[in-house]
């Protein structure tokens, strides 16, 4: 459609000499009042077409259907003319369904994306309606707020049941603790972020879950969801070390390697050092998953006890504890071993999302939760390049895991 207006029209537009800034875009303005003339244009031309005959025209003499007038309509905008009251033309049947304005529309094409796009960058209902009141001028009620952005669960339920690949090479599951209230309590839930990577080096936000029970059977059921909506199989799944996780994994998907977060052990093993020790001990942390090979870790494991093990012991126990599950990274180049041994690409995502919930002390419910934390991974457009490592990771991939890589690559 052509944008362009020639000089006369524009010349009439402006007629009457110098224009000041309110003259354009003040409350009587001609940005508001051309706003109202061509929509009220626009429907105007939408029931002649319904009609089949132009207004004043004989032709419609007869046809059982004329215009019947017009009804007041306050529209809400997503510009600076937060809201026109425009005439929308009736027929005397009452089936005219206009188009550009539909029936029952207050507010005009962009206005809700607005407030969901407010909302998603984590701003509260309230704040929303003083940033819509001070930008605007206009008041918008909570319950209109909330209606927008409670529309969008139909969306969030459609993503979190959507189809997803049969196969994935890599799959990190993470989790951020966000408090919710529930029967009339703030409890600090768990939410489990799951990201896998595809065979060709795509990342993807799997779904969302939010921990309602302790322990294996909530991780099962996410197990089970991920299976229903298509996968069959993982190749390696990365966890935070949890207790029952990777037997929850392996009851669905036996075949997983299944690799605990050596970044997590970490940070659970600094949490028994004084800081005046945490320079010191790092670098003997660091030997261990460093080493060339799982026997070599296990030797660097042993050095570590030697020399911290009297001033430390519970961390050599949570190393021997998650031992079989420390060492199945060892298997590849180290190159590979970086990419799969940590989390950091799902914590990456994560540390956007807290940005997002740091400033609400709590959600009202599990709904308020996901559709914010949803949100907001739409809104970051989670489309991350490839790994750098991933052409050498699946050569490395097709020897360890045969058949299986080869049937997600094809």
Not at 229 to 253: M, Q, T
Not at 374 to 399: C, D, E, K, S
Request: hydrophobic share 45%.
């Amino acid at each position: 459609m052509a944008t362009d207006f020639s000089p006369e029209i524009l010349d009439q537009l402006l007629a009457g000499g110098s224009l000041k800034p309110e003259d354009l875009a003040g409350e009587d303005g001609l940005f508001r009042r051309l706003k109202k003339a061509l929509l009220e244009r626009a429907l105007g031309a939408e029931l002649t077409h319904h009609l089949g005959y132009e207004k004043g025209d004989p032709a419609g003499r007869g046809s059982g259907n004329s215009r019947n007038g017009t009804s007041s309509k306050a529209l809400l905008t997503d510009d600076g003319e937060i809201e026109i009251e425009i005439e929308v033309p009736r027929d005397r049947a009452g089936t005219f369904e206009p188009v550009i304005v539909a029936k029952g529309q207050t507010r005009f094409d962009g206005f809700d994306e607005k407030i969901i796009s407010l909302y998603g960058r984590g701003m509260t209902v309230r704040e929303i309606q003083g940033h819509l009141a001070e930008l605007y001028g206009t008041e918008v009620s909570p319950d209109l707020i909330s209606k927008v952005t409670d529309a969008i669960l139909d969306e969030v339920r459609e993503w979190q049941s959507r189809p997803l690949e049969a196969i994935y090479p890599v799959v990190f599951f993470d989790a951020l603790r966000v408090k919710i209230r529930d029967e009339g309590m703030v409890k600090n839930k768990a939410v489990y972020v799951v990201l896998g990577i595809t065979a060709s080096g795509e990342k993807d936000v799997l779904g969302l879950w939010i921990e309602q029970t302790e322990g294996a059977k909530f991780w099962l059921k996410v197990m089970n969801d991920l299976r229903n909506r298509g996968v069959a199989d993982i190749l390696i799944a990365v966890v935070d070390g949890l207790k029952g996780f990777p037997e929850a994994i392996n009851s669905v998907f036996p075949k997983a390697m299944v690799q605990t977060c050596i970044v997590h052990l970490i940070r659970n093993s600094l949490s028994f050092v004084s800081w005046k020790d945490r320079k010191a001990i790092l670098p003997s942390i660091k030997a261990i998953y460093h080493a060339e090979n799982a026997d070599a870790a296990l030797l660097r494991l042993e050095d570590f006890e030697a020399e911290w093990g009297k001033r430390y012991p519970a961390i050599g126990a949570a190393w021997r504890r998650a031992w079989e599950h420390v060492i199945p990274f060892f298997a590849f180049a180290p190159e590979i071993r970086k990419m799969i041994y940590t989390t950091n690409a799902v914590e990456a995502l994560n540390r956007s999302l807290r940005k997002i919930i740091k400033t609400r002390g709590s959600f009202p419910n599990d709904e308020a939760a996901m559709k914010l934390l949803y949100l907001a991974i739409r809104n970051a457009g989670i489309h991350w390049r490839r790994p750098v490592a991933w052409t050498a990771a699946m050569g490395q991939f097709a020897i360890q895991f045969g058949e299986r890589f080869a049937g997600s690559a094809d």
